[in-house]
């Protein structure tokens, strides 16, 4: 027995394992909801927790859970979409049931109200939120929280929000929320059929000083928008599948076909959801990045040089687009100057961070940047190096060379419209000058 | 419209705080919800709002359901508030949970009350709770398990009330609501496994069935019962002899806490035990692990977590390698939730450092992570270095230690220590490093710096005590890197002929290391790097015997300036100096040579009586105090100081806080990731020594199979509503199967179901198996047809439904099986939710849980011997050999052996999965390990995926797929591990080439008639007296891979099985009464074979 355990027996029963409150802040910090489940929260928690994620966030210091000075509380906490995200716990728990629901929690608010604009909406239109909330969480333990059931027992408002008159509560319990397919609405119906495929794939890379590669692995996630009547199960077949490893998939796919056939066989939720991710290209398959690079830094007392030539490669025909490149500079360096045969260089001397704007690159050729740091101390040797982190988008191309064969439909009988793209995108692909 | 509502956050004005009253006593819909809505807006602001409870109470008898939802909402939130009117709105709650109509009303209500808070309704709340539990609706039930612990906390007296109906419900049969059962045990009675035992091994069958967050919680339930009920599946070594062997080892010793234990042990003895390890695991646990192996998958990190843990704590570690892989992937994202998941990779590492040493890139560091992804990185990297990838790692830590964040900086040179500590071959390198960064311009990195130079020389000079083993080995791998000093090189020049012995190299590198810091001294200002080169120049003093006087006499004369800690060592370090002069022979360190020239000497012992003064009259009590201790130097110097003063001191471990917190805490939970115990934290419950064998006997088959949740609700809606995912795709199968199982109504509902069973324990390939969640669909369609012939079915459980296996269907219907083949196979996907958890991956070790599987789907059918059946079969491999390999000669390490898996390959259904262990017995690791092979027609092979490599003394597992086409001639393949190659062969021994055939007992004896004369092989034989049935079992199953038939005869036990495509027959009838054992076989050999394996596997059992 844990030495612990025996002053803990007083809390081993009762509010364990569960989420005590949730907060939902804007991004300026103002609570937009403060939902207590299992135990009221103070809403100073919430404040002190947005001090912390502001104070740390640049520096990225943040901790995953935070704790609090003021009482023995600790804070899972997600940002996105301009909405921060806060669950509050006091008792033992599973640390990733907490954290996995405050991201779940976004996916839901998203799906219901739409991306665009969600701080804006979630804050307008809060009274839904309360109703959600009610949905998704009863006594701190996650409830129904699929989207499409979300959907299912609360109507979302239209697209120029709710008036006061509109029925936001369904009346009737929805049949399929207590069904096996759980995940996908009741009654759905089209005029026109369609469902779209995106395979995003983010390309993370290290090269080193001379340019060489050190480690890259491809994060990808097959991102699927269902538009479609009925209960169509989807058959999905992919060119190249050994390409993908450490698969992992949305609850509708059905297990054992792809672990036996590599196929992937769902009944779709409906509207957007995140099939599967995956990742290729690690070190036992490892593929040539779409970005080549050549690097040099020399440094003298007092300053340094830097040199940077990138040139796209291996995209297949492709043109690398949005190409920015951002660096991080020495925390010592007092000016910089630089100079690139293609697009802009800024530099922020308050943050020591330099962003050169590139735009599309060249199919042949490679485009240079050149510079000149000059340090604070003017005696001494720069401790530390630059790090630049190139961004780029290649659309139409997927650089493990992952594709979509077929895409079928059994079910229905009814003809869809499929859509299927792919796209590139540079996401840590650093380079250590 | 958007505008409009955001004025509900700005305007607080009195006249529209006032107006909320007489909108709220309008009792219209549009109006109330228009109060409302501003009542959420003040409590979003965080204004109270309870005041106007009693007109938000008045108001709940409203029917619209969008006011009603925030009624309820706000009569949670204030109810603390306003404890005495709660009570208004109790009546009226529990009016709808219990006598509204609609289910979603019930629900909400339910919900809502349970939520109050309200001690004074606690006898309304535990009745509505009791009534709900039985309600006709998923969602109400679902509502009451979630209200469960809410009661419970209200009031600690009905714990044992609700307890019992957490039992109760654990039965639940419809997922939705067995997820929220679960939670309410887990939070309100986590240990009482008893309630477990009878649902073990339904819940652990719908798993998968559950929702993300509900798997989460069942995992957890299910790790600490598997703790606390199976035996420990880890082999125990002899602790005493092996564990003082292993005490010098540092890489070894990463584990301290009482918890890991068990892996400690595990991981010297486990790998060479590797297929008694497979045997030890309890058939229950073995049937949760790889129930739980698919959601590995999962999308949810909190699943993949879970059952990472759960195979972390509870699996052979060999087991464990697809799940460190699974966890691995989890930490690329940049959220907090893959920084969580960094952590129990970090927890994982430190313990079983070799399963991630060979993807150490994966824990490289990019600019973006966090720093606390960071740290845990490098703690990661740090230790998982080995000697292959210890340069690597080194060469990234050397970009790190150019970072911006000196933290980060700081946490680089801690790792490299821990480097250098894993992987004592490389200290020189790390040494190097980390001198470098001495002359850093930042005071943290350069008293870290110090630090670690420090402890690596402690690390060095602890190498030249003792003689043991590691030592040794450290020693042979000391001159590699000692050629890269320069001093080395010059030195080597001079002394061609006679080699350093490795104590001297090592005093050698210590001297320069010395030198150098005693160079750096004057430069560095941080109190604490400045005193511990001092302590290290004190502790070292012999070996620089010219320059240590020297630093003392400079230190001296600033030592008014010191900082305390310094002061402190430059007493000690006069001291040190000061005994090093005096004759120390007398002190019994007789191979002691005189340190220093007899006229430094004098000096000395001037400087520290001097010394001694300064100290004396400091103005720190801490300064005084220290030279009080030594003040007896002066006068009487005695033995004691020696002993204390230089001594060998104890080499520091590589451990830091982090590394304890994150190996003793449980993986996943709170606790793990903040490293302090949270309140109501357990530590992991312990396998027991003596296994509650009652507890096995109570873990039953569930009840019938799965009837899907659609059927369960009471209300017309949910019938008629779409058809479940199965019905679409499915609908011509399960109407055919039905037409097949009308016509079989006669066969007796007892014999049926038995060979439903038997089909099933045994390997036959997925695809003809036919799934269990198949029957609570035809269940389902059939309900739907008719409600009448449903409800029969369900309510009579024990009655099995009278249908046939498929197989058998199919095996009396040729003409009808092809068409059906064909039109199944786009349908065929329908088997998976279920078929997972008896196939799982391609994993290196899927063991087989198809008995398990036949107990859930069949089990009202089990009869006794078909149970003894399904218990004996369940074993994951059969004739287990050792591969003889023809070339000997060549000088592999490499010794292999082979088990029969009889289940079909994943690859192909015609193909048997043949799993082979490749122990690698030699003390390197073998590299690129890989196998092919030729097979003529009508042989087929897949064979396995190259094996990277394979440490030293560990096992590597890998499935092999061969179509043997019926022949027990040797099957030979070529073998390539570290580039050699060399031959190895193996035969199938006649019974494995058999796959158990499905018959009634009246075919049995039809084609019995067939196999007369010489294809019948009869012996007698003599039966032990206890438990003969068991010692037939076990014999036949041993040798063959035979089903059972069902025979009246009590006396007669009689066994099926045939070759591929169902020809070559094997029959095999045992009659306990006249003790004969007949075998009747197509092929002659076979049938030989088979009777002699049989008697000889009887006899053995005596």
Request: aromatic residues 0%; proline residues 8%; charged residues 25%.
């Given at each position: 027995m844990h030495p612990l355990d025996s002053w803990h027996k007083e809390y081993s029963y009762g509010f364990r394992e569960m989420i005590d409150s949730i907060f939902i802040l804007s991004g300026?910090?103002?609570?937009?909801i403060d939902r207590p489940f299992a135990q009221t929260s103070p809403r100073s928690l919430a404040e002190e927790c947005y001090k912390l994620i502001k104070e740390n966030k640049e520096s990225n210091l943040l901790k995953p859970v935070l704790s609090s000075e003021q009482e023995p509380a600790y804070m899972f906490h997600y940002e996105k979409h301009n909405l921060i995200y806060i669950a509050i716990t006091r008792t033992e728990g599973p640390a990733l049931l907490f954290s996995k629901f405050l991201e779940h929690l976004d996916l839901v608010l998203c799906d219901f109200f739409g991306e665009e604009g969600l701080g804006e909406k979630v804050r307008s239109q809060f009274v839904y939120l309360y109703m959600i909330m009610d949905e998704l969480i009863d006594g701190g333990f996650p409830n129904i929280t699929e989207p499409n059931m979300i959907k299912e027992l609360l109507n979302p408002p239209g697209p120029s929000g709710h008036s006061a008159g509109t029925v936001i509560s369904k009346t009737e319990l929805p049949p399929t929320l207590t069904s096996s397919l759980y995940w996908r609405k009741g009654t759905v119906l089209y005029v026109n059929n369609e469902i779209f495929i995106d395979i995003n794939e983010t390309m993370n890379a290290i090269f080193g000083r001379d340019g060489v590669i050190i480690t890259s692995f491809i994060n990808g996630e097959v991102l699927c928008c269902s538009k479609l009547s009925g209960v169509p199960t989807i058959l999905l077949n992919y060119d190249n599948v050994m390409v993908m490893e450490d698969v992992s998939v949305h609850p509708c796919v059905k297990y054992l076909e792809w672990v036996n056939k590599k196929h992937v066989m769902f009944v779709p939720p409906d509207g957007n959801f995140t099939l599967m991710k995956y990742r290729a290209g690690t070190a036992s398959a490892a593929v040539p990045p779409p970005i080549s690079v050549r690097p040099s830094f020399t440094f003298s007392k007092g300053s340094a040089r830097f040199e940077l030539a990138i040139a796209a490669r291996n995209t297949g025909s492709k043109a690398v687009e949005q190409c920015f490149i951002d660096f991080s500079m020495p925390s010592t360096s007092r000016q910089i100057n630089a100079t690139a045969t293609q697009g802009a260089f800024t530099y922020d001397s308050n943050k020591k961070t330099a962003r050169w704007t590139v735009g599309t690159l060249p199919m042949q050729g490679e485009v240079v940047l050149t510079g000149n740091i000059d340090f604070e101390d003017r005696d001494a040797y720069c401790e530390e190096r630059p790090i630049a982190t190139i961004s780029f988008r290649v659309p139409m191309y997927a650089v493990s060379g992952l594709k979509i064969r077929s895409l079928t439909l059994s079910g229905p009988t009814y003809k869809m419209f499929k859509g299927m793209r792919c796209l590139t995108i540079g996401g840590n692909y650093e380079v250590r000058m | 419209m958007t505008g409009l509502d955001n004025t509900y956050y700005t305007d607080l004005s009195p006249s529209k705080v006032s107006e909320i009253k007489f909108l709220l006593d309008s009792l219209e819909p549009m109006k109330e919800f228009e109060a409302l809505k501003r009542l959420c807006a003040f409590s979003s602001k965080g204004f109270d709002v309870s005041e106007f409870f009693p007109q938000v109470v008045k108001a709940i008898i409203t029917q619209n359901l969008d006011v009603k939802r925030l009624i309820y909402q706000f009569i949670i939130i204030n109810s603390k508030k306003q404890p005495d009117l709660v009570l208004l709105c109790v009546d009226k709650l529990h009016k709808d949970a219990t006598e509204n109509n609609n289910p979603l009303i019930r629900g909400l209500a339910l919900r809502t009350l349970s939520s109050l808070n309200a001690p004074e309704i606690i006898q309304v709340l535990a009745h509505d709770i009791s009534k709900g539990a039985h309600d006709p609706s998923p969602f109400v039930k679902k509502a009451a398990a979630l209200a469960i612990p809410k009661l419970v906390t209200l009031d600690e007296s009905l714990r044992d009330t609700m307890i019992e109906l957490i039992g109760e419900m654990l039965a639940e049969r419809s997922t939705i609501v067995l997820g929220p059962v679960l939670a309410a045990f887990n939070i309100v009675c986590p240990s009482e496994f008893r309630l477990l035992h009878k649902h073990f091994r339904n819940i652990v069958h719908v798993i998968v069935d559950l929702d993300q967050w509900s798997q989460i919680i069942a995992l957890k339930i299910f790790l600490n019962y598997a703790r606390n009920q199976f035996p420990s599946p880890f082999i125990q070594r002899e602790e005493p002899a092996k564990k003082s062997e292993k005490k010098g080892d540092d890489s070894s010793e990463s584990e301290e806490s009482d918890n890991f234990e068990n892996f400690l042990s595990k991981k010297h003895s486990n790998d060479r035990n590797i297929l008694q390890g497979i045997s030890n695991v309890d058939p229950d646990l073995r049937f949760l692990l790889t129930s739980v192996q698919t959601l590995l998958m999962s999308a949810n990190p909190g699943v993949v977590l879970g059952v990472v843990a759960l195979y972390y704590y509870c699996a052979p570690e060999t087991e464990f390698i697809p799940a460190a892989r699974a966890v691995t992937r989890l930490v690329f994202d940049n959220t907090p939730s893959a920084d969580l998941a960094l952590k129990a990779v970090a927890s994982m590492a430190i313990a079983r450092p070799h399963l991630f040493s060979a993807v150490y890139k994966d824990f490289f560091v990019f600019n973006e992570c966090s720093l606390e992804g960071k740290k845990m990185r490098l703690n990661i990297l740090s230790h998982i270095a080995t000697d292959t990838n210890a340069r690597a790692i080194l060469s990234e830590f050397e970009y790190y230690?150019?970072?911006?964040n000196k933290e980060f900086v700081c946490a680089t040179i801690r790792a490299i220590y821990g480097v250098a500590v894993h992987v004592p071959s490389v200290i020189a390198d790390c040494m190097r490093g980390v001198m470098g960064l001495l002359c850093s311009s930042d005071e943290a990195v350069v008293s870290e710096a110090v630090m670690c130079v420090k402890n690596l020389i402690q690390q060095q000079t602890s190498g030249s005590l003792g003689g043991t083993e590691e030592n040794r080995e450290k020693e042979e791998e000391m001159p590699s890197w000692m050629k890269d000093t320069d001093d080395k090189k010059k030195k080597k020049g001079k002394k061609a002929k006679k080699e350093p012995t490795p104590e001297e190299e090592r005093a050698e590198s210590i001297r320069n290391v010395l030198l150098s810091l005693i160079s750096l001294l004057p430069s560095i200002r941080v109190p604490l790097a400045r005193s511990s080169i001092v302590w290290m120049i004190g502790t070292y003093c012999h070996l620089v015997p010219h320059h240590s006087p020297d630093v003392l006499r400079r230190l001296v004369s600033t030592f008014k300036e010191e900082d305390t800690e310094t002061k402190l060592q430059i007493l000690t370090l006069a001291a040190k100096i000061y005994l090093h002069t005096l004759d120390l022979t007398e002190y019994g360190k007789p191979d002691h040579k005189r340190v220093f020239s007899e006229n430094v000497c004098d000096v000395l012992s001037q400087l520290f009586s001097h010394v001694h003064n300064l100290a004396r009259f400091d103005r720190n009590t801490e300064v005084r105090e220290k030279a009080r201790f030594y003040?007896?130097?002066?006068t009487s110097p005695s033995a004691l100081f020696t002993q204390c003063l230089l001594n060998d001191k104890p080499v520091p471990t590589s451990h830091n806080e982090t590394d304890i917190a994150l190996t003793t805490f449980v993986v996943g939970t709170l606790s793990h990731a903040v490293e302090l115990p949270c309140p109501g934290y357990h530590s992991l419950e312990q396998f027991p020594q003596d296994v509650d064998e009652e507890a096995a006997k109570d873990r039953l088959p569930p009840p019938t199979t799965l009837i899907p949740v659609n059927v369960l609700g009471g209300d017309d809606t949910r019938r008629k509503g779409k058809k479940g995912f199965y019905e679409s795709d499915d609908s011509d199968e399960s109407t055919s199967e039905e037409t097949d199982s009308d016509s079989y109504d006669t066969t007796s509902s007892d014999e049926s179901s038995t060979e439903t069973s038997s089909d099933e324990s045994e390997s036959t390939p997925p695809k003809k198996r036919a799934p269990p969640k198949k029957k609570g669909k035809k269940q389902e369609s059939s309900s739907e047809e008719s409600t009448e012939e449903s409800s029969s079915e369900s309510s009579s459980e024990p009655t099995p439904p009278p249908k046939k296996s498929k197989k058998a269907a199919e095996k009396e219907k040729p003409a009808k099986k092809t068409k059906k083949e064909e039109s199944r196979k786009p349908a065929q996907s329908d088997d998976l939710l279920l078929q997972l958890t008896q196939v799982a991956f391609n994993s290196p070790s899927a063991p087989s849980t198809s008995a398990f599987i036949t107990a859930q789907t069949n089990p009202a059918a089990f009869s006794p011997l078909a149970a003894l059946f399904a218990e004996v079969t369940n074993k994951p491999l059969f004739h287990l050999t050792k591969v003889a390999s023809t070339s000997k000669t060549a000088n592999s390490n490499l010794s292999i052996d082979v088990g029969f898996t009889r289940k079909a390959s994943v690859f192909d259904s015609e193909m048997q999965a043949v799993k082979l262990f490749f122990l690698n017995e030699g003390k390197d690791t073998v590299e690129t390990v890989s196998l092919s092979g030729e097979v003529s027609e009508p042989r087929s092979i897949r064979t396995i995926p190259p094996i990277s490599f394979i440490p030293a003394q560990s096992t590597a597992e890998a499935t092999l797929a061969v179509n043997f086409a019926d022949s027990t001639s040797e099957l030979v393949l070529s073998l390539t591990a570290d580039d050699k190659t060399f031959t190895i062969s193996f035969s199938p021994p006649s019974g494995e080439l058999l796959h158990p055939l499905q018959l009634t007992k009246e075919e049995f004896f039809t084609y019995k008639a067939q196999l007369s004369g010489m294809m019948m092989h009869k012996i007698s034989f003599t039966l032990p007296v206890s438990e003969p049935d068991r010692v037939i079992l076990e014999a036949v199953t041993k040798t063959a891979n035979v089903g059972l038939v069902v025979s009246d005869d009590p006396n007669v036990i009689l066994f099926a099985g045939a070759g591929t495509k169902d020809i070559k027959k094997v029959l095999i009838e045992v009659n306990k009464e006249a003790q004969t054992l007949a075998v009747h076989a197509e092929d002659l050999l076979v049938g030989e074979d088979i009777v002699d394996e049989i008697h000889r596997a009887i006899q053995e059992s005596f």
């Open positions: 300026q910090g103002d609570i937009i | 230690v150019h970072s911006k003040r007896p130097l002066l």
